[in-house]
């Protein structure tokens, strides 16, 4: 278009109105009145050219302002429309943004034929992409790209807007062949003009990722340089910014075992952001117990990267974090079985002497830090185990050697057991069996030894030449009082205080049954009160309480005070006594029956006078009044009870 501008001034240079009117001369589509075309001076005649549908070439026409009595009325103002080829200006992408204008002196847009255009050109290679972003305060942008300078070829991409304003862009449009590209910075709507600005761009890579973080599993949570998560699973963090402002971003990083160098290949890539977003990325399936440092970049969506960034600020040969995830603890090795001092070692299927036995094993976790204790299980052969421990010990060391304690065993009882390792935490290893033998055999027998004798079953006061009843036992015991049920030796019992002059007769030695001698036939022929037996076996001895022999029954008489020489007719003095005595001559002192007594050798053929028939008193019948009224040498007397001799 050859005029320069697109509106003309209308001024009254004299007194009064001054009232005009215009029109076009030829009246072609081409030209035409923007607002009133009529009014009074002073005034702007606005006109808009529309070069749609025109081929190139000069468009003339001429505008008449009609004044009524004024001085050289009507007014004429030639007008030219020259339609002309878009003349492209040459571009480097990646320079400075473009400040531009579009004017009615502007060609028409090849592909929007109702506006103005200003075109302008780049080299491109074939697979390189290029983004071009217009914007204006003004007007609707609108921009095109095209590799042809043919107008009638469909242009690559088109774009009207961009964020929903006045923008238009094409983000990273792929360049199909090597070659010259055209740009079209154009409006949306016909005949716009007005400022704007251009940018044209190859895709830059991101920037350097800012914020580096290292959190737990829950995003939230950070984990301080140099230290310890107790997941598997760790989340980067990294603020992500790029030249181009529109460029979705993703965090990529690369996570390697401290000792190992980085080799710049990303271990994991997280999701999507937008430009300056903080983007995440989450690193999965850590090793426990190990160290780790780590680096990040930004990514663009055409797959470019920004440079490296160690996290930490630290030497790459310390850790940015480790790991020490709580697992349980391995299965205890090592299991060993010991005497109550912890030194002296049981045999499998061997003995222990005492009630309690130490067991011991090397317990281990996957965790250094741990401190691991150990859990034991004994159960008497034939009874399944239940994995509910029956004993436990301290903690120790990861590595070290646990013990515990198994106290409160049975006696003649066999044994066998399991153990496991438990942690501070309370995780527990699953059971490992002693011995290596079926759980039907014996890992342990008890088998106490004896360091005492006891008279469980105390001799009772009984008849002389009786059984002693109940019987009288005798237990093999520890120190405790507990009876050694696995003692099955000889018990030999004696009179230790021998009150009557007594013989002990029966069965006096007798072995243990589970640990207890019993005594069923044991009796003592002389009467006493005191009688004591004391037992002994093994270098042990035992001394049992008092108790008392009684007289059996009567079964003979006996002159205890014989008759004694005495003038005829006197009373024989002392008095003769009579007693009854059992088979064992103990006096039967429950004796109370008649005793008579009477001449046995008649050596003067007297007569015996007085009381000669006597109740006996405690088994003794005492004559005071007895006398013989003939004298005479060799006289005896007999003495006589019913059932007695």
């Not at 792929?174 to 949306?188: C, D, H, M, N, Q």
């Not at 099955?488 to 243990?512: E, H």
Request: proline residues 6%; hydrophobic residues 40%; negative net charge.
């Amino acid at each position: 278009m050859a005029a320069p501008a697109d509106s003309l001034s209308v001024a009254n240079g004299g007194p009064g109105t001054l009232s005009w009117v215009a029109h076009f001369v030829r009246g072609d589509a081409w030209l035409a009145f923007v607002g009133p075309n009529s009014g009074t001076a002073p005034a702007t005649l606005r006109i808009a050219f529309n070069p749609a549908g025109l081929p190139m070439g000069v468009y003339r026409d001429t505008v008449i302002v009609d004044a009524e009595n004024a001085a050289d009325s009507p007014g004429r103002v030639p007008v030219e429309f020259m339609v002309h080829p878009c003349q492209p200006t040459s571009v480097v992408p990646n320079a400075a943004a473009l400040q531009d204008s579009l004017t009615t002196a502007d060609c028409s847009a090849p592909h929007r034929s109702k506006s103005f255009a200003r075109v302008y050109s780049f080299t491109g290679a074939k697979g390189d992409s290029i983004s071009i972003a217009m914007a204006s305060t003004v007007f609707d942008a609108f921009v095109t790209l095209d590799s042809s300078a043919n107008d009638a070829v469909t242009p690559l991409a088109t774009n009207d807007s961009c964020t929903g304003g006045n923008d238009a862009c094409l983000r990273y449009q792929l360049l199909p062949v090597g070659g010259t590209y055209r740009i079209e910075a154009t409006s949306a709507g016909a005949a716009q003009t007005g400022a704007f600005t251009l940018s044209v761009t190859r895709p830059r890579s991101p920037d350097a990722t800012q914020s580096l973080a290292q959190l737990r599993g829950d995003s939230v949570t950070a984990v301080p340089t140099g230290g310890t998560t107790d997941q598997a699973t760790v989340v980067l963090r990294g603020v992500v910014t790029d030249p181009d402002a529109a460029d979705s971003l993703r965090l990529q990083v690369e996570l390697e075992p401290v000792g190992t160098a980085f080799t710049g290949t990303p271990t994991a890539t997280g999701a999507r952001v937008a430009n300056g977003q903080t983007a995440f990325v989450a690193a999965t399936g850590l090793a426990n117990n190990s160290a780790y440092h780590w680096q990040a970049r930004t990514l663009d969506q055409t797959g470019r990267a920004g440079p490296w960034t160690a996290f930490g600020g630290n030497a790459e040969s310390a850790p940015d974090f480790s790991t020490s995830i709580p697992v349980p603890p391995n299965a205890p090795t090592g299991l060993g079985q010991f005497q109550s001092d912890g030194n002296t070692a049981i045999a499998v299927g061997g003995a222990t002497t005492g009630r309690s036995v130490i067991l011991k094993a090397t317990v281990t976790d996957s965790n250094p830090g741990d401190q691991l204790r150990l859990d034991v299980e004994a159960q008497p052969v034939g009874t399944a185990f239940k994995n509910s421990p029956s004993g436990s010990g301290a903690p120790v060391a990861n590595g070290g050697i646990a013990t515990a304690t198994l106290a409160g065993l049975s006696d003649n009882t066999a044994y066998h057991w399991q153990a496991r390792a438990v942690d501070q935490t309370g995780r527990a290893s699953g059971w490992a069996s002693f011995g290596n033998n079926a759980e039907t055999a014996t890992d342990f027998r008890v088998a106490v030894a004896v360091t005492q004798l006891a008279f469980t079953g105390q001799p009772s006061n009984a008849v002389a030449g009786a059984a002693i009843t109940p019987a009288v036992q005798v237990s093999a015991q520890d120190a405790l009082g507990n009876t050694i049920t696995s003692f099955t030796g000889n018990v030999t019992v004696s009179i230790a205080n021998n009150a009557g002059g007594g013989t002990l007769s029966g069965t006096v030695t007798i072995a243990a049954v589970n640990g207890v001698a019993s005594f069923s036939t044991l009796s003592i022929d002389k009467v006493g009160s005191g009688y004591t037996l004391t037992a002994s076996a093994t270098g042990l001895t035992t001394t049992s309480g008092p108790f008392a022999i009684t007289p059996a029954a009567a079964k003979q008489l006996a002159f205890t005070v014989q008759p004694t020489d005495v003038p005829a007719g006197a009373p024989i003095t002392p008095a003769v006594q009579i007693t009854a005595r059992d088979q064992f001559g103990n006096t039967a002192s429950g004796f109370t029956g008649n005793v008579t007594v009477a001449i046995g050798n008649n050596a003067g053929g007297g007569t015996l006078s007085g009381t000669t028939t006597q109740a006996a008193v405690s088994g003794v019948a005492t004559f005071g009044t007895l006398n013989i009224d003939k004298t005479g040498t060799g006289y005896t007397l007999t003495a006589s009870s019913t059932g007695l001799a």
